[in-house]
């Protein structure tokens, strides 16, 4: 006589292999923080070699790179200088005002949600 195994794993009035639990996928969020763009405004009086001075100074930009993007502001009226959380955003914004306000120089700096 020989005897069938039972497969405890075989539901019954189901074909094997066949699964009706639902598979709900979790995505995993990977959480980036809102980033801020640092905005130079042009105006008519703050030298050139200021703008070029502050763009060295705070934001660690080269000397060429720093007369191309005061050159950029002068022409277009405004240029983004650099990418940063809201911290450091905000501190390099006071650190320009406060620098420009020292020297009496009407240079203005923003920022805004990239
Ligand atoms: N327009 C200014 C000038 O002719 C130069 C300047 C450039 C001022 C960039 C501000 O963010 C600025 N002296």
């Known amino acids: 006589m020989v005897i069938a195994p039972v497969l405890m794993s075989d539901t019954p009035g189901r ?3 066949t699964d009706a639990s639902v598979l709900t ?3 995993p969020k990977t959480q980036r923080p809102p980033m801020y ?3 130079l405004l042009n105006d008519d009086y ?3 070699e200021f703008v070029v001075h502050v763009l060295e100074r705070f934001f660690g930009l080269s000397h060429a790179q720093s007369f191309e993007i005061m050159l950029t502001v002068h022409k ?3 240029a983004v200088v650099g990418v940063f959380s809201f911290e450091v955003a905000e501190t ?3 650190q320009v005002m406060d620098f420009a ?3 009496q120089h ?3 700096c923003t920022m805004e949600k990239d």
């Open 15 to 17: 074909g094997n292999g």
């Open 25 to 27: 996928k979790t995505k």
């Open 37 to 39: 763009k640092v905005l």
């Open 46 to 48: 703050t030298p050139m």
């Open 76 to 78: 277009k009226g405004l």
């Open 92 to 94: 390099k914004v006071a």
């Open 101 to 103: 306000r020292r020297h």
């Open 106 to 108: 009407p240079l203005q």
